[in-house]
């Protein structure tokens, strides 16, 4: 099964908003 265009966008959107927080985290210490 292949998922929809709309929720692969929101699967990465998700996934790059985690590491642009785990970034920011680490770089404000």
């Not at 292949?2 to 210490?29: G, H, N």
């Amino acid at each position: 099964q292949i998922l929809p265009d709309q929720e692969l966008q929101i699967f990465f959107l998700l996934k790059i908003k985690a590491k642009v927080r785990l970034f920011s985290t680490s770089v404000c210490r």
